[in-house]
């Protein structure tokens, strides 16, 4: 009788909100979560950025401090990266894609070209590094603008994210005029610089999302809209495009003609030549005072309209112009090395690289794309 008491003399309010109470808590526990787990491969991908300069990962806060001066520690975050796939169908499999470009000039024809492709820009991270130089200074204040365009744009024009970073060293070059660019005696110091820019980009970007990344140059003006479905159906782990130049010939006529000559097969020349050098001597391609005599992709290309853009060719070297990497070839430790790695270096030393984590890389000598006519 005492209880009975005790519950008439109970306050209804009271009894209303612990039953409230009560269906709350019931409901906290068994209903599903909305949100994704970061594990599942399937997950949907987040919105593109609203940020036009927002980072590829959300960055971590600090947890206010609590009464007894301790912080609550960070979350532990499982990524399953054995479940994240790269096919020959990144589109239906929504397989992210991060473009990677060290840019010293910005070309806007690059950015129209990048904007035009047709791949889900929600599934695409850009990646920028410029150095830190009076004409490095205008591209970043040019690429900010163009980025913020973009990003302010259609949504279905937005990248998922962008970051630019600025080159924490000094360049060799002063300049980015052509001929001073690739000058002989200017080639170790330019790509060692270039290899470190290469790696700081993609040591920073990377995320454990990221299934592909296309290295893209930032003076390739012209591609196909389909460039990263179409190198990607290839399925290969490395795989180059065959880099031209658009020309007026000497008749007034309209042209084009390699360019990129650091896509090629070893001959025993070069390797002959390399036994006789120093342990810091480097190997280099497309200059008559160092003949190696290898096979050269840009000389195998057929230019003519009906080519079967799909002849695959295997290489020991590659260029960077247009150049698409299984994320997983990265993750293995291949880089760029800024140093004499079996006597090449930049991304003929990654391709070296690669080959012996057990890589193959491949190039595609009648698929084009087109460097800006300087």
């Known amino acids: 009788m005492a209880i009975a008491r005790s519950i008439r003399r109970t306050n209804p309010i009271t009894l209303i909100l612990a039953a409230l109470l009560a269906i709350g808590f019931?409901?906290?526990?068994?209903?599903?979560?909305?949100?994704?787990s970061p594990t599942s491969p399937k997950s949907k991908h987040n919105p593109p950025a609203s940020n036009p300069l927002s980072p590829p990962t959300a960055a971590y806060r600090k947890q206010a401090v609590q009464p007894?001066?301790?912080?609550?520690?960070?979350?532990?975050?499982?990524y399953q990266l054995n479940n994240l796939t790269t096919s020959p169908n990144p589109m239906a499999n929504q397989e992210t894609i991060l473009i990677l470009t060290p840019l010293?000039?910005?070309?806007?024809?690059?950015?129209?070209?990048?904007i035009a492709l047709t791949f889900p820009h929600e599934l695409i991270a850009l990646g920028f590094i410029t150095p830190k130089t009076k004409e490095g200074n205008a591209a970043t204040v040019a690429l900010q603008n163009a980025v913020t365009q973009t990003q302010s744009g259609p949504q279905a024009k937005r990248f998922a994210s962008v970051t630019i970073m600025r080159q924490d060293f000094d360049p060799p070059l002063t300049s980015q005029d052509?001929?001073?660019?690739?000058?002989?005696?200017?080639?170790?110091?330019?790509?060692?610089?270039?290899s470190q820019a290469r790696n700081s980009l993609l040591f920073t970007t990377?995320?454990?999302?990221?299934?592909w990344i296309l290295w893209l140059d930032s003076d390739v003006v012209e591609t196909p809209p389909t460039l990263l479905q179409d190198l990607a159906g290839h399925n290969k782990p490395i795989i180059v495009a065959n880099c031209m130049q658009r020309f007026t010939n000497e008749k007034g006529g309209k042209d084009i003609r390699p360019y990129d000559y650091n896509s090629w097969q070893d001959s025993q020349i070069a390797q002959d030549l390399a036994q006789k050098m120093g342990p810091d001597d480097i190997l280099l391609e497309g200059y008559d005072e160092m003949a190696t005599y290898r096979t050269l992709m840009a000389h195998l290309a057929d230019p003519s309209p009906s080519r079967d853009q799909s002849r695959e060719l295997q290489l020991d070297g590659v260029g960077g112009t247009a150049l698409l990497v299984k994320a997983e070839v990265h993750r293995d430790g291949a880089m760029?090395?800024?140093?004499?790695?079996?006597?090449?270096?930049?991304?003929?030393?990654?391709?070296?690289?690669?080959?012996?984590?057990?890589?193959t890389s491949w190039g595609l000598p009648n698929y084009f794309v087109y460097h800006y006519d300087e």
């Open 26 to 36: 019931f409901l906290f526990l068994f209903s599903p979560s909305s949100s994704a």
């Open 68 to 78: 007894n001066g301790r912080r609550i520690p960070p979350p532990v975050v499982h």
């Open 336 to 359: 760029f090395p800024p140093f004499a790695f079996y006597h090449l270096m930049e991304t003929e030393g990654f391709a070296k690289m690669a080959k012996r984590l057990g890589w």
């Open 178 to 194: 052509e001929k001073e660019r690739h000058k002989m005696e200017n080639q170790r110091a330019r790509r060692s610089a270039l």
């Open 104 to 114: 010293a000039r910005f070309y806007q024809e690059y950015w129209d070209n990048l």
């Open 206 to 211: 990377m995320g454990p999302s990221t299934a």
